[in-house]
């Protein structure tokens, strides 16, 4: 079991950027995968990035290529995701996900834990 606290939505102007947090608590696992995935309305879940918790592997859709950063601060459980150049397709609820690290790429993996959910809205 993980408890996953989502931060750092908001409003942003097109071409701007954000940095979405994620913090994790309440794990026993010794490694974990954390996603972001988003959905905007009438639209189904995308997924954003992915990243092992350990080993700092990284994963990206076309769609943020570039655009994407992410992280984790081991410190404080916590993985971010910082978005440039944001454009208005970018608006959705953007949600942190994460599932116990078993071998293999964490962009393969199924999550089912989830967080509460954080939006982001890009005007332009």
């Known amino acids: 079991q993980v408890q996953l606290v989502e931060s750092g939505g908001g409003s942003v102007q097109a071409g701007g950027s954000l940095t979405l947090s994620c913090a994790a608590s309440?794990?026993?696992?010794?490694?974990?995968?954390v996603g972001w995935f988003r959905q905007a309305p009438g639209k189904g879940r995308e997924k954003v990035s992915t990243i092992n918790f350990r080993g700092g592997v990284r994963g990206f859709a076309d769609s943020v290529k570039g655009r994407g950063t992410i992280w984790v601060d081991h410190a404080k459980k916590t993985v971010y995701l910082q978005m440039r150049d944001l454009k208005s397709e970018d608006s959705a609820v953007y949600y942190c996900?994460?599932?116990?690290?078993?071998?293999?790429?964490?962009?393969?993996?199924?999550?089912?834990?989830w967080g509460q959910g954080t939006q982001v809205t890009v005007s332009s």
């Open positions: 309440g794990y026993t696992w010794h490694n974990l995968c």
């Open positions: 996900a994460a599932q116990k690290y078993e071998g293999g790429a964490c962009w393969e993996y199924d999550y089912n834990y």
